[in-house]
């Protein structure tokens, strides 16, 4: 049974970096797809990128020029970072693994 | 790209069935046999109902069944329960990212 553990700051100012990691345990990473996806406040799912499990890594559009997806395959982790965040990335963030695992998932807010 | 589109809410009665709606375009429901369906109950994670527009995961109930039809991808719950209220996300392949829908809120009465 794979679990996946997140953790990362909750709280940021305007242009400062998100970063989130998520943990596996009880699964390779060779089985799944690696996702990240969230959701702000009131409003509806969305996807923010993905490791495939060939390795491919590939972004939302609208997230692209500021999204880096990696993974660690030594600690089992990977992780999401977004560069120069405004109060539009206040949101809870999941890490996921092929839709069917996910992480208990993460409230960034970003405030001044 | 904008979201693929739902209605913002359903209705039922427990016992009946409800159809959940979702509309893409070619380049997204209509063009890959990739919709999934997720179940979100609040403050909890997503659920996966549905995947590869018609599969069921392990441990998912036969009466949540999904289909699609040109551009327009469907989730069917029959025999409504109330644990079943909850919003629902329809969730395509689009190419070379994944696209969500907006998102259905049903409410069992």
């Known amino acids: 049974q794979v679990q996946l553990q997140q953790w990362g700051a909750g709280l940021l100012k305007p242009s400062e970096t998100l970063s989130l990691t998520c943990a596996v345990y009880g699964g390779s990473f060779s089985g799944y797809s690696w996702s990240w996806i969230r959701q702000p406040p009131g409003k509806g799912l969305e996807w923010i990128g993905e490791?495939?499990?060939?390795?491919?890594?590939s972004y939302n559009p609208s997230l692209k020029s500021r999204v880096t997806i990696s993974v660690d395959t030594s600690k089992n982790q990977f992780y999401l970072r977004v560069n120069s965040v405004t109060a539009a990335d206040t949101a809870v963030y999941y890490c996921?693994?092929?839709?069917?695992?996910w992480g208990q998932g993460t409230l960034v807010t970003v405030s001044s | 790209q904008s979201a693929l589109t739902q209605p913002r809410s359903v209705s039922g009665s427990p016992g009946q069935s409800v159809i959940i709606s979702c509309t893409g375009t070619s380049s997204d429901v209509g063009g890959y046999n990739y919709v999934s369906w997720f179940q979100h109950h609040p403050g909890k994670a997503p659920k996966l109902m549905i995947y590869d527009v018609s599969e069921r995961p392990s441990g998912v109930p036969d009466r949540f069944s999904g289909s699609k039809s040109g551009n327009t991808a469907s989730l069917t719950i029959s025999g409504l329960q109330t644990e079943d209220e909850a919003d629902y996300y329809c969730?395509?392949?689009?190419?070379?990212?994944?696209?969500f829908g907006g998102g259905t809120k049903l409410t069992v009465l």
């Open positions: 996921a693994a092929g839709g069917n695992y």
């Open positions: 490791i495939s499990q060939s390795g491919s890594i």
């Open positions: 969730c395509s392949f689009a190419g070379s990212f994944w696209l």
